[in-house]
């Protein structure tokens, strides 16, 4: 059993279901200790981050990851104990095995070999790592980027280790992600009886011509690099259970994944104006989780590429797509960021797992990131 696989069956067997981070940023803090990393804890809240650098010149190479993992979901629907990790059939099994605890052995023993092949590397490599990807994400990434911008401390190249590979490993680089911007909607009605819809106000009926709207339209059709703007309902609740009386309010959860060609000040205001048009009363709150980034080609992308194409032999797609990382609060500092990882097929999924091949596949794919920009 490789370095990697080890350390990653040993991030799996700690319950770290967020914010909680059960040990497992000691782990990796106590590793990069004997290499000569400076570690710097930073504990926000119940959020537990750290900052590690070794080296006082640039370029900065920073990993990126987060050791918290989403909950199990029914433990009856696994086959074996989420925080067991087991091998089965050429599988690593175990919450947050693709998601990211592979990402983050694999950061951490490639480092191991590139400063044993390379104690005076140039630049410097840096972790930010946290406990808050999974979860709200404010006293995570985000307030160690604000602890580092304050004392404007810089990140060159920072490889996020989120699983971004399609059906095999290095198959798709991330280059960016689209903005997410989420709305909290409630439809003012009058409650009633059934028999006397005169007398009430259905908000049901009242948004359901406006929601037709909004979840058939056409936002944009993005860019060269981006998918277009999307909507969807996420929650959707009214009614009092009982079968004769009309709901006097609606509470509707839904979110616009979209793409630079639009503002959030653009899309607020399609929204209202659709909603008003409709004659819709309502009350409706923004929260915008994230803003869209993208790195241009550069020297981090290429370095990926060829690493991608030196391990497997194939040329891997670059890519917009999916859902957003901690890699938008890195971004805004003027960072060149990419996502490279191992397949994403069953994360977040009963019975997560990893190919045990790819775990030590990426290990060499983060090694030759390091080898082509600090080398």
Not at 14 to 22: I, K, L, M
Not at 99 to 123: C, N
Not at 230 to 250: C, K, R
Request: some cysteine; proline content about 6%; aromatic content about 6%.
């Amino acid at each position: 059993m490789s370095e990697t696989v080890a350390l990653t069956k040993d991030l799996i067997a700690r319950n770290s279901v967020t914010p909680v981070d059960a040990g497992c940023q000691e782990v990796m803090c106590r590793r990069l200790a004997a290499l000569g990393f400076r570690i710097e804890p930073l504990r926000f809240g119940s959020v537990d981050n750290f900052w590690a650098r070794r080296g006082d010149s640039g370029p900065v190479l920073c990993f990126a990851g987060h050791t918290d993992v989403v909950p199990t979901g029914p433990l009856e629907e696994w086959r074996t104990d989420p925080f067991v990790p087991t091998v089965r059939d050429g599988m690593l099994y175990g919450r947050g095995a693709a998601d990211m605890k592979s990402g983050l052995a694999a950061m951490v023993t490639a480092t191991e070999e590139f400063v044993a092949r390379h104690p005076a590397h140039r630049g410097s490599i840096a972790f930010l790592i946290t406990s808050d990807e999974e979860g709200p994400s404010v006293d995570g990434t985000k307030r160690v980027v604000e602890v580092l911008n304050a004392r404007r401390e810089h990140i060159d190249y920072c490889l996020v280790g989120e699983p971004s590979s399609e059906h095999r490993i290095g198959d798709t680089v991330k280059i960016g992600r689209r903005g997410s911007l989420s709305g909290r909607l409630t439809v003012h009605g009058v409650q009633g009886h059934v028999a006397y819809p005169q007398l009430a106000e259905n908000p049901v009926h009242t948004l359901a011509p406006a929601l037709s709207e909004l979840t058939s339209r056409i936002w944009d059709q993005g860019n060269e690099f981006f998918q277009p703007t999307t909507f969807q309902i996420s929650n959707l609740n009214a009614g009092t259970g009982a079968p004769n009386v009309i709901p006097g309010e609606l509470r509707a959860r839904f979110n616009l994944r979209y793409s630079p060609v639009q503002t959030v000040d653009q899309l607020k205001a399609t929204v209202e104006g659709i909603l008003h048009r409709h004659g819709v009363r309502f009350t409706l709150e923004w929260y915008v989780s994230g803003e869209p980034f993208y790195t241009p080609p550069g020297p981090l992308s290429s370095a990926a590429i060829e690493a991608v194409r030196e391990v497997t032999g194939i040329t891997p797609k670059l890519s917009t797509g999916g859902g957003t990382s901690d890699g938008r609060f890195i971004a805004p500092m003027g960072a060149q960021v990419v996502e490279l990882g191992v397949v994403n097929a069953t994360i977040h999924k009963i019975n997560e797992s990893v190919r045990l091949e790819d775990i030590d596949v990426l290990h060499k794919l983060y090694y030759g990131v390091l080898r082509n920009l600090l080398g």
